[in-house]
Structures are given as C-alpha cells and as structure tokens.
C-alpha cells in the first residue's frame, strides 16, 4: 500500500519547485524581482514541514519554527511587493 503522507508531501515538493521555477525565469524574461513566486514557493515549503510533522517526519518544535520562519518570510514578500506596487 502506498503512504499518502508522502505523496502529498512529494506535490508540496514539486509546488515548491516549479514556484522557484516560475520565479527563475520571471526574472530572466523581465529583469524584476520574482516576490510572489517565491512567496508562493515559501507557504508551500510551510507545507512540506507542516505535513511532515503531522506524520511524523520532523520534530513537532523544529517543523513548527520553520514553519513559522516561511510563513514571516512569505508575509514580508508579499508586503514588499505590495508596497512597492505604487
């Protein structure tokens, strides 16, 4: 029987590289900083931990404060984007 804890946590992998993916190439085709792409990369990176503790992969404090730490820095993306969308 196949773990379907993984194979969500392997399509929160993926979401985290084609966002990165997307945010590489945004740059190279317009020159402009990629901030919701790689907002979108770092919530779903928060995924990935949160997932895996959920499951038992990552230690309940360490899955939390990363989790944490990519929620804050996708928050301070999207407000630099925002801010600077005047």
Do not use: S
């Not at 969500?8 to 901030?35: C, D, M």
């Not at 990552?58 to 969308?85: H, M, S």
Request: hydrophobic residues 65%; negative net charge.
């Amino acid at each position: 029987m196949v773990d379907t804890a993984l194979l969500w946590i392997g399509l929160a992998g993926v979401a985290v590289v084609a966002a990165i993916g997307v945010a590489i190439w945004q740059f190279a085709v317009t020159g402009e900083r990629p901030l919701k792409p790689l907002a979108l990369a770092a919530v779903a990176f928060a995924g990935v931990f949160q997932l895996g503790q959920a499951n038992g992969y990552f230690w309940p404090t360490a899955a939390t404060v990363l989790t944490a730490a990519c929620l804050l820095i996708a928050a301070g993306l999207v407000a630099v984007e925002f801010r600077g969308a005047d």
